[in-house]
């Protein structure tokens, strides 16, 4: 069965700091990696998505990039803003229309 | 257009009684899930509908839970003789289609069960 670890699972960083969140798979057979936030009270807001044929993807100052054959991905987050401050999810897509979530790394940004 | 809606937002409900939940999806969104998530876990994926086709029911955690949906809109959970380990957040998701590996899901705001 897939699981999907993310380190650290909370992270506290002034702002202005870049910083770096970490998500491992155990199995490689995925077909796309996906980071969302995930706000107190609200839902899933997706971020980025990146197919199994990419090395990365990049909005703004968000940047994730895909090793499958480690099974590593790793989201970037430049200049960060305390309105970063978010629970941030990987989640892989494998076979089965299964989409197996991390527990998510709870980010502070202090102003 | 509206994203992803769900209701109730809040349910609190005694041990042993039935709850329905809802989500209505993004208009034209073929694809629908239902995932919950438990205090301090991940999310766990439930059920999957995809069009006019048979639902993949593989992550139900018993026969207490059902969903049913509509063609390819509005879309019900419903957990019979609740229990205490049913308290979550239930999210659900629609997309697009179901093109592997490019398909974006985009999420309601959850339904927050407290079973009692």
């Known amino acids: 069965k897939q699981e999907v670890t993310q380190i650290p699972a909370a992270l506290s960083v002034p702002e202005g700091e870049n910083l770096v969140l970490n998500c491992s798979f155990t199995d490689s057979a995925i077909y796309n990696l996906q980071w969302f936030r995930q706000d107190p009270g609200k839902g899933l807001t997706s971020l980025l998505l990146i197919q199994s044929s990419q090395r990365e993807q990049t909005s703004g100052r968000l940047n994730a990039s895909l090793d499958k054959s480690s099974g590593r991905s790793t989201l970037y987050i430049a200049a960060s803003q305390p309105g970063d401050s978010a629970t941030y999810l990987c989640a892989v897509l494998t076979g089965a229309n299964n989409l197996f979530f991390g527990t998510g790394t709870r980010l502070t940004v202090i102003p | ?116």
């Open chain 2, 1 to 116: 257009g509206a994203g992803v809606s769900q209701s109730p937002s809040n349910k609190v409900t005694e041990k042993g009684k039935d709850v329905e939940l809802r989500c209505d999806p993004i208009s034209g969104h073929t694809a629908l899930y239902w995932y919950r998530q438990r205090l301090g876990q991940g999310l766990e994926f439930l059920i999957y509908f995809q069009g006019n086709s048979a639902p993949d029911k593989s992550g139900l955690p018993s026969d207490r839970f059902s969903a049913e949906r509509t063609g390819e809109s509005v879309s019900t959970l419903t957990i019979q003789r609740t229990q205490q380990e049913d308290s979550a957040v239930y999210l659900c998701a629609s997309s697009l289609a179901f093109i592997r590996g490019q398909e974006t899901q985009y999420f309601g705001p959850g339904t927050r069960l407290l079973v009692l």
